[in-house]
């Protein structure tokens, strides 16, 4: 429980909806962050009672969920931050310390760079599962004010800006799976929709092959996406990839579990753009 004499000048923005299970952790995870707000869209549960009660100085804003981009760019335009530096974290992941530690070191210093990317530890029946996950993910959390926008990518967003990026690689923890296996499919449902709106996008962008082999993480993989989109049997690709390539089996049970849930998902991913391709 913060304070309000934490001593990182960070504001951290944590987006939630129905997330009782999840905001107690997360908040105490983020005791060391200078500012939180919650941007809530719409919890029909304790979310945000239990956000007041954690944090004391917790500042609670409301807005409907669009999507993650506009979401993001909402609470950039509408909470006033007070920090330079804004960290996004969701409300199921964990600020560990030495991540924390990192992001101080970060922006103590971090000359002409305007975001940072972060990578996840994904814990999942009660461990990390590295290997399947491909660890590590990078998805850009922490930026300069008035310096990074977003846009929606998939059931994602993506980053917008013309400045210089960088990598913080001390992980934080990302409990995936804490509402439930019900909860994960009903919103991996909401997720394979999204997804086949970007994966026709993609087919009618071409392959750079350059980046593809290139030394940066986030060009790869967002050129390996492109070249996903075209490739047949994704599903059974999927699986083969993280649980033999990547060393899902590594993982032991949870591994194994975690691999075949996201079969699942390219299963219903691969159906929707069928049938969206007939339609």
Sequence with gaps: MSDGSASVPVSVIVLTKDEEVNIRPCLESLAWADEVIVVDSGSRD???TLAAETRKDVRLFSHSFQDFGDQRNWALDNTQPRNDWILFVDADERITTAC???IRKAIAAPGATVGFYLCNRYIFLGRWIRHCTLYPSWQLRLLKKGQVRFRKEGHGQREVTDGPLAYIREPYDHHGLSKGVSEWI???NVYSSQEVELLLRLRREPIEWAK???PDPVDRRRSLKRLAA???CRALFRFLYMYVVRGGFLDGKPGLVFCRLRMSHEI???V???EAERA
């Design 186 to 188: 009903a919103r991996h």
């Design 212 to 214: 593809v082999f290139g």
């Design 100 to 102: 924390a530690q990192a």
């Design 230 to 232: 075209r490739m047949p």
């Design 272 to 274: 929707k753009l069928r």
């Design 268 to 270: 219903h991913i691969v």
């Design 46 to 48: 304790r979310t945000t």
